[in-house]
């Protein structure tokens, strides 16, 4: 699928184990009415969150030097959100990751700039700024029960599924990275963390 790929059925087995512990460290801290559309909701600003740390890196904007290691890093945390949205909305990632066959209109106007062209990774980062907007506008419109003309639902998977091509891209374009390599590490260092019973340094424990 122009030069992307996919280890669909590890990527399952990641979006079911990530699912699960984030119920298990965060389903508390959802509301007891609607609480799919809400811990969707909250994946996708952690997704804005990461997409966030990714773009800052490098830039004066940053409050600290990010490196190489960094911009991976927040590409490996998009991607475990994302896994964590999907199990929340019952979305398998079979469904995600080949949703759309064809390009779309982005990925048209964008696809033939050459990999040595050093406006390939702020184009790549401008897309996923793009469909995780996407992404957040048909998340929040389906919490909140209107524009239902829209079909939600259709937007939510065509728009996962361009953030996973474009994830994918960054990783190679950036340093030859394999996405799934990516995330599988990231996934296992998360996983090590019980935000239930260390709220304040879950994260630090888990690197001891």
Known sequence: MYGVSFNAVELERLRVEVGEWSHKNFSGTLPKERPRIYGMLRCVAGMSEELGELIGSGRSLAPIPFNLSDKL???????????????????????????????????????????????????????LAYFIGKLSHHTLKQAQKIRNTEDHDFWIKHSMCHIWRLCFRLCREINGVDLSNLVRSVTNEVLKRDWSQSPDSAHEEARR
Do not use: K
Not at 87 to 106: K, Q, R
Not at 115 to 120: A, H, V
């Open 73 to 127: 890093d927040a590409i490996g945390d998009i991607c475990v959100y994302a896994l964590d949205f999907c199990f929340t909305a019952d979305i398998s990632m079979g469904d995600v990751l080949y949703f759309d066959n064809e390009m779309c209109e982005w990925e048209r106007s964008h696809i033939s700039v050459p990999p040595e062209d050093q406006r390939i990774v702020p184009i790549l980062q401008e897309g």
